[in-house]
């Protein structure tokens, strides 16, 4: 059987406060462990931060945002799961990964979480 793919990921504001997500990934190719945690750091800025709304995954940042937020999500790790897909997109690892490559190569937009959380802009 093949295994799913649990992408790990935090938000980590200036005070070191840390707050965690993942999202499991299907993996039908079998697409090994070291092939995507590479592609994906050469994808993340600084080898680890990332836009989450970019790439459709949840932002996982506190409920109260203060002036130590940013905007930036870090990547964890990756790892193999038996646990069911939990993607809302239903994405396999394969096409999460192009997504993430593509959105590299565009820029991760940048934005100051608490203007946006004044003007009341809604992510995923």
Known sequence: ???????????????????WGEVIFTNPDGIALDYINNRLKLAFDFKAY????Q???EEVFFEDITDDDHC???FYSV??????????LNRTITSFLKQ??????????AFDPVIRDLIGI???
């Open 50 to 53: 990332f836009i989450a709304d």
């Open 1 to 19: 059987m093949l295994q799913n793919i649990k992408f790990g990921y935090l938000y980590r504001d200036a005070s070191n406060y840390k707050m």
């Open 72 to 74: 930036y999500h870090e």
């Open 100 to 109: 993430v490559e593509l959105e590299s190569l565009q820029g991760w937009r």
């Open 55 to 57: 790439i459709n995954i």
């Open 122 to 124: 809604v992510s995923i």
């Open 79 to 88: 790892e193999f799961t038996e646990k069911k897909g939990t993607d809302p």
